[in-house]
């Protein structure tokens, strides 16, 4: 599954790809070889949106969903938008969480 990450610059985004490939690493479920993170700043989404599986879009750029959806909707990639708290606590695990969700409600809709 390949999670892409998208925020204004990718700095802080890379920290928490990072806290989620921890808490992949960790896991007693999940497996390292079944994801493939990459973060990208929001102005290099379309390179990425092929074959991205779902999309973590950080709070910073919530508002440029005008400007996401035109790139992710033609590949129905489903999204989630962190919330500043959970991003601020660079909390991978629930970001994973809600990435895995989004994914799954996407696969069930078919």
Do not use: N, W
Request: aromatic fraction near 6%; proline fraction near 5%; glycine fraction near 4%.
């Amino acid at each position: 599954m390949k999670i892409v990450l998208c925020c204004a610059g990718g700095f802080s985004t890379t920290m928490l790809m990072d806290s989620m490939k921890k808490t992949v690493h960790e896991s007693t479920k999940l497996k390292d070889e079944d994801f493939k993170f990459v973060a990208v700043p929001v102005d290099i989404l379309q390179s990425e949106a092929e074959d991205c599986d779902v999309l973590v879009v950080g709070p910073q750029i919530a508002h440029r969903m005008d400007y996401i959806h035109p790139i992710i909707d033609p590949y129905k990639i489903p999204h989630v938008i962190v919330d500043k708290d959970t991003y601020g606590k660079m909390d991978g695990a629930t970001v994973l969480k809600m990435a895995l969700i989004a994914r799954k409600k996407a696969d069930m809709s078919k």
